[in-house]
Nanobody
Framework: QVQLVESGGGLVQGGGSLRLSCAASGRTGSSSYMGWFRQAPGKERDFVAGISWSGGDTAYADSVKGRFTISRDNARNTVYLQMNSLKPEDTAVYYC???????????????WGQGTQVTVSS
């Protein structure tokens, strides 16, 4: 089992920045690929970014490329999502998730955090 706990969400003005954190515990070695997803009210849960165990391979949704950066600190078992130039359309609950290998499909992830709300005002 892997437990994931997100933090760092909040209310920010458009153009501002936030950094989300996801702390992992448990059998983290078996779920080495980490992803961030987001879900706005009435919408599906969408892939935002993902990162491999080494940090050498990252992936981003087109809508956040150049604005968001995913990184990880394996010594702290923590994954980060730095979000810059935030837009009102980035407003959503952000979730981190873990699985063994790369995927952009939410249903393929085995472990999920509880989510953290990000609200961007215009």
């Amino acid at each position: 089992q892997v437990q994931l706990v997100e933090s760092g969400g909040g209310l920010v003005q458009g153009g501002g920045s936030l950094r989300l954190s996801c702390a992992a515990s448990g059998r983290t070695g078996s779920s080495s690929y980490m992803g961030w997803f987001r879900q706005a009210p009435g919408k599906e849960r969408d892939f935002v970014a993902g990162i491999s165990w080494s940090g050498g391979d990252t992936a981003y949704a087109d809508s956040v490329k150049g604005r968001f950066t995913i990184s990880r600190d394996n010594a702290r078992n923590t994954v980060y999502l730095q979000m810059n130039s935030l837009k009102p359309e980035d407003t959503a609950v952000y979730y981190c998730a873990a699985r063994r290998f790369y995927s952009r499909r939410a249903y393929e992830y085995e472990y999920w955090g509880q989510g953290t709300q990000v609200t961007v005002s215009s």
